[in-house]
């Protein structure tokens, strides 16, 4: 008789900001010097939001409309309502969002795969195998984490059903375990005065993600046991982010 077993525990990793380091939106250098729109300021905007809402950054909003308006270099948070700026066009504008989307499911890969490398370590210390990154696993640790990103939420259960989804990924795949587990973290910025460009994303480096995950769980009790869980051989782990960048879901899966 098979025996299925989910070991299943919640963290929640509070990051607070604590200085000012550069987005990672790329200027656009190699864009057309004329590729630009005008974008009629609103009441409120700040131009670190025009800079996130545009894949640009607040020194390139400043070199589009130095001539127009200078004051902008010497004082940012003078921008007011109903200037006139030169904006990224629609090809700049793409060009970034592309470059900005790549760069970061490179880094989200790359910290998934720090997480793997950190955990065999903790888990070679107790004598015990390492895990092998499997494709299956981990379609379902990045079906969890975007599906969180997606709905808003930091649970295993989903907040609709309340069923484990899981199970229901494990059972879609016919995927065979006798034993499965899931530790599930995240990292946001979720203090209103942080400002748009001030990502987790930027203020992380894969490493820094990877630390910042890894040290939790082997702090938690619960998450721990999945860890030095003896029965499983096999992991998946994936990373998630929402499109402003303030939050970033992370899952990893094992099995036997």
């Not at 090809?91 to 790359?110: F, G, I, V």
């Not at 005065?193 to 894969?206: F, G």
């Not at 860890?227 to 992991?235: D, E, H, V």
């Amino acid at each position: 008789m098979l025996y299925r077993t989910l070991i299943l525990s919640l963290l929640l990793l509070a990051a607070s900001a604590c200085s000012v380091v550069q987005g990672f939106f790329p200027v656009e250098t190699a864009a057309p010097a004329n590729d630009y729109t005008i974008y009629v300021v609103k009441p409120g905007e700040t131009l670190s939001q025009l800079a996130l809402r545009y894949h640009t950054t607040i020194e390139h909003l400043i070199a589009l409309n130095a001539e127009q308006y200078p004051a902008l270099a010497r004082d940012p948070s003078l921008l007011q309502a109903g200037w006139r700026l030169r904006v990224p066009g629609p090809q700049a504008s793409a060009a970034a969002r592309a470059t900005a989307d790549a760069t970061t499911r490179a880094d989200l890969a790359q910290a998934s795969k720090k997480i793997i490398e950190q955990v065999n370590t903790a888990r070679a210390r107790r004598g015990l195998l390492t895990l092998r990154s499997d494709v299956a696993l981990t379609q379902i640790a990045s079906d969890r984490s975007n599906d969180m990103i997606a709905r808003d939420y930091f649970s295993h259960y989903d907040p609709a059903t309340g069923q484990q989804p899981l199970l229901r990924y494990l059972q879609a795949m016919h995927f065979s375990y006798r034993f499965a587990g899931e530790n599930i973290a995240e990292l946001k910025n979720d203090a209103g005065w942080v400002p748009p460009w001030l990502t987790v994303l930027s203020r992380y480096t894969p490493t820094d993600l990877a630390n910042e995950f890894v040290k939790g769980w082997l702090n938690s009790p619960e998450h721990r046991t999945n860890i030095y869980n003896a029965n499983y051989r096999r992991t998946g782990v994936a990373l998630s982010v929402t499109s402003d960048g303030r939050r970033i879901v992370a899952t990893q899966v094992f099995s036997d």
